[in-house]
C-alpha cells in the first residue's frame, strides 16, 4: 500500500510562515512530478507548485515570490515553504503524485489526506 503523508499546517499569523512536508510511504520505485494543491473554503482546487524529479520548479503566479517548493528524493518527501501567509492563503494544502511507480510494476495518481493551514490574527 501507498501513501501521501502531509503535516506541518496549522494557525499561523498573517507574515508568518510554515513549513508543510508530505512523505510517500509504502512499495515505491519512483516518483516523477510532485505537486502541491490547495483548496479554500467554497473554492475550487488551486495548483500551488509543481517540482520535478530532477528539481525543476514551477509556481502559480501569485505564489512564486512567498513560497518554494522543494523535495528529498531519498527520503520520498515533498516540502512547502511558505512565508509571508495571507489570510487568503487559508486553505487546505494537499500533495499529488500524478505518476507514482510502485515495485509491483503499476503506476499511481496517489494524493495525501490534506494540511489545514489557517491564516488569521
Known amino acids: 500500500q501507498v501513501q501521501l503523508v502531509e503535516s506541518g499546517g496549522g494557525l499561523v499569523h498573517p507574515g508568518g510562515s510554515l513549513r508543510l512536508s508530505c512523505t510517500a510511504s509504502g512499495s515505491i520505485l519512483s516518483i516523477n512530478d510532485m505537486y502541491w494543491y490547495r483548496q479554500a473554503p467554497g473554492k475550487q482546487l488551486e495548483l500551488v507548485a509543481r517540482i520535478s524529479e530532477s528539481g525543476l520548479t514551477y509556481y502559480e503566479d501569485s505564489m512564486e515570490s512567498r513560497f518554494t517548493i522543494s523535495r528529498d528524493n531519498a527520503e520520498n518527501t515533498l516540502y512547502l515553504q511558505m512565508n509571508d501567509l495571507k489570510p487568503e492563503d487559508t486553505a487546505r494544502y494537499y500533495c499529488?503524485?500524478?505518476?507514482?511507480?510502485?515495485?509491483?510494476?503499476?503506476?499511481?495518481?496517489?494524493w495525501g489526506q490534506g494540511t489545514l493551514v489557517t491564516v488569521s490574527s
Open positions: 499529488n503524485a500524478p505518476d507514482l511507480a510502485t515495485s509491483w510494476g503499476t503506476r499511481l495518481d496517489a
